[in-house]
């Protein structure tokens, strides 16, 4: 097996080469290579049917790739179940907000602390002072101080959307991967998940799948576009906007 890109370059946190995955005779990802910076805020577009959620699902390991390798951190994590993916330091959100609604917004948070999440890390667990000042500062980072005692049921779609963001920082992921975060947000909602995505980008990776541009354009450190499952350009945000194979089949659209 030829070395890994991660294995040699300490600042890519993740290395995708020669990635494919096909359904029946439908490659929905076709030998696709690209990698992620340490502390990169990329964000990943493209029309519908383009391979991004696919792609995403590959890395977390919901979907097993036909052919090809992802490197995480120097490790190969492509034939690993989720859950030990989870552990590497890989967090995924989905595209619609996933919390528990019947729990306050404070026991959402306790729940997603890894040391609870074992057999023996659950017995053991108490919502000691550390606990406490953990969830109040990820709930300041992600806007939700003021509304811990709140059932989550009763927050709005981009309050359940920055939850459920806190709900992954909080696990202290290396990688974190959004599908769609502000689908369904307000406009002041977007400008603040946006200050929170830089913000947070000090420390961590983050890949972002995202449709509406001028979102993109005002967090992405580098856009990567793709098509059928291909690459089809990559760059600063003006550039692919530039690009005559982006403006055919995607932003001409």
């Given at each position: 097996?030829?070395?890994?890109?991660?294995?040699?370059?300490?600042?890519?946190?993740?290395?995708?080469?020669?990635?494919?995955?096909?359904?029946?005779?439908?490659?929905?990802?076709?030998?696709?290579?690209?990698?992620?910076?340490?502390?990169?805020?990329?964000?990943?577009?493209?029309?519908?049917?383009?391979?991004?959620?696919?792609?995403?699902?590959?890395?977390?390991?919901?979907?097993?790739?036909?052919?090809?390798?992802?490197?995480?951190?120097?490790?190969?994590?492509?034939?690993?179940?989720?859950?030990?993916?989870?552990?590497?330091?890989?967090?995924?959100?989905?595209?619609?907000?996933?919390?528990?609604?019947?729990?306050?917004?404070?026991?959402?948070?306790?729940?997603?602390?890894?040391?609870?999440?074992?057999?023996?890390?659950?017995?053991?667990?108490?919502?000691?002072?550390?606990?406490?000042?953990?969830?109040?500062?990820?709930?300041?980072?992600?806007?939700?101080?003021?509304?811990?005692?709140?059932?989550?049921?009763?927050?709005?779609?981009?309050?359940?959307?920055?939850?459920?963001?806190?709900?992954?920082?909080?696990?202290?992921?290396?990688l974190l991967m959004l599908d769609e975060p502000v689908a369904g947000m307000s406009?002041?909602?977007?400008?603040?998940?946006?200050?929170?995505?830089?913000?947070?980008?000090?420390?961590?990776?983050?890949?972002?799948?995202?449709?509406?541009?001028n979102f993109v354009k005002s967090i992405a450190n580098k856009v990567t576009v793709?098509?059928?499952?291909?690459l089809l350009s990559e760059g600063t945000t003006e550039m692919v906007q530039r690009?005559?194979?982006?403006?055919?089949?995607?932003?001409?659209?």
């Amino acid at each position: 097996m030829a070395e890994p890109l991660g294995a040699v370059d300490e600042d890519k946190v993740l290395f995708i080469k020669n990635l494919t995955v096909a359904f029946g005779g439908f490659k929905a990802v076709d030998d696709l290579s690209l990698s992620i910076d340490k502390n990169e805020l990329r964000v990943i577009i493209g029309p519908n049917g383009a391979g991004k959620t696919t792609l995403l699902d590959m890395i977390c390991g919901r979907t097993r790739p036909t052919s090809g390798e992802i490197w995480f951190e120097g490790r190969e994590v492509s034939r690993l179940p989720e859950h030990k993916i989870v552990q590497a330091g890989i967090g995924r959100k989905f595209q619609n907000p996933s919390v528990y609604e019947d729990l306050s917004v404070f026991e959402n948070f306790e729940i997603s602390i890894p040391r609870g999440q074992t057999a023996c890390g659950s017995l053991a667990f108490r919502r000691d002072q550390e606990v406490r000042e953990r969830i109040r500062a990820v709930a300041g980072d992600v806007f939700l101080e003021e509304h811990l005692d709140r059932k989550a049921a009763i927050l709005s779609h981009g309050q359940k959307q920055w939850l459920e963001i806190g709900m992954l920082l909080i696990q202290e992921p290396r990688l974190l991967m959004l599908d769609e975060p502000v689908a369904g947000m307000s406009p002041r909602e977007r400008e603040q998940t946006a200050e929170l995505l830089k913000r947070i980008a000090h420390g961590k990776s983050i890949v972002v799948i995202e449709h509406d541009m001028n979102f993109v354009k005002s967090i992405a450190n580098k856009v990567t576009v793709l098509h059928q499952g291909r690459l089809l350009s990559e760059g600063t945000t003006e550039m692919v906007q530039r690009d005559p194979r982006v403006i055919d089949v995607y932003l001409g659209h």
